[in-house]
């Protein structure tokens, strides 16, 4: 796990509400059509960076629902295409690891988030509520998990 301090920046792209139950399914049948209807494209078209982002928050109190928007970074300025969201990250420190594609993206995220950065001393940042998964090469490729994390004593 690597600590990287972060300046903000915006991710753009189409999203889905779900929960544990039902996110298999919701997130294919977003993939499929974020790269089935050239989506990917219009993205393409307007990043900033390449890559693509899978972005995560939680829109319940309890934390049983969230929203997964699948995009990329992007020019604060760049004109949003239609259906698209965007989320602003504010700077913050970054606890971030590598994963190679073998690794089941759920255990990935499960054992990061829940062990290893409360291990390493570290709590995520509920106040920022946005956590990403970074794919470089596409998301057939290695990945990263990026959670913006405060130290655990505070």
């Not at 779900?18 to 298999?24: F, K, P, Y």
């Not at 919701?26 to 990917?40: E, I, N, Q």
Request: hydrophobic content about 40%; charged content about 20%; aromatic content about 14%.
């Amino acid at each position: 796990m690597d600590l990287v301090r972060r300046h903000t920046f915006t991710v753009c792209g189409w999203a889905v509400d779900t929960d544990a139950e039902h996110n298999d399914r919701d997130l294919k049948a977003l993939y499929d059509d974020f790269f089935g209807s050239g989506k990917d494209a219009i993205l393409r078209g307007l990043a900033a960076k390449p890559g693509l982002i899978g972005l995560t928050w939680y829109t319940t109190p309890d934390h049983t629902r969230y929203t997964y928007l699948l995009g990329g970074e992007v020019n604060a300025v760049s004109p949003i295409p239609d259906g698209a969201l965007t989320r602003t990250l504010p700077t913050s420190r970054y606890a971030v690891a590598s994963y190679e594609v073998a690794k089941d993206i759920i255990a990935a995220w499960t054992e990061f988030f829940f062990t290893d950065i409360p291990l390493a001393g570290w709590v995520p940042n509920l106040d920022i509520n946005l956590f990403f998964e970074y794919y470089p090469d596409g998301v057939d490729g290695d990945y990263q998990l990026w959670v913006p994390v405060v130290p655990a004593d505070t």
